[in-house]
């Protein structure tokens, strides 16, 4: 299984903290957006955005990065510094 956390308003535009996912369902970090925007139209309008961050592991990387079981995935939306 893969954990799937979501952060900030991410969270609360999804009403869910976390979910796990199928390890053997995806392979990417890309896979697990389009398995999430498939899960309804208004995650499919909250995972269309490119600007969406992800991590695996706690480290920031991009939609290309592979993912395997135990993996934790996080998703969160950009950030901005004052």
Same mark, same amino acid.
């Given at each position: 299984?893969? /954990?799937?956390?979501?952060? &900030? $308003? =991410?969270?609360?535009? =999804? #009403?869910? $903290? ?5 390890? #053997?369902?995806?392979?990417?970090? $890309?896979? +697990?957006?389009?398995? =999430? &925007?498939n899960k309804n139209e208004h995650w499919q309008?909250?995972?269309? #955005?490119g600007a969406l961050l992800s991590a695996v !592991?706690?480290?920031?990387? !991009? $939609?290309?990065?592979?993912? /395997?079981?135990?993996?934790? +995935?996080?998703?969160?939306p950009p950030v901005t510094g004052g």
């Open positions: 299984m893969i /954990k799937v956390v979501f952060f &900030a $308003a =991410l969270r609360e535009q =999804l #009403n869910c $903290a976390e979910l796990t996912i199928a390890a #053997n369902e995806v392979s990417t970090v $890309a896979d +697990i957006k389009k398995q =999430l &925007a309008q909250v995972f269309s #955005n !592991n706690h480290d920031m990387v !991009n $939609a290309e990065t592979q993912v /395997k079981a135990g993996d934790e +995935i996080a998703f969160f």
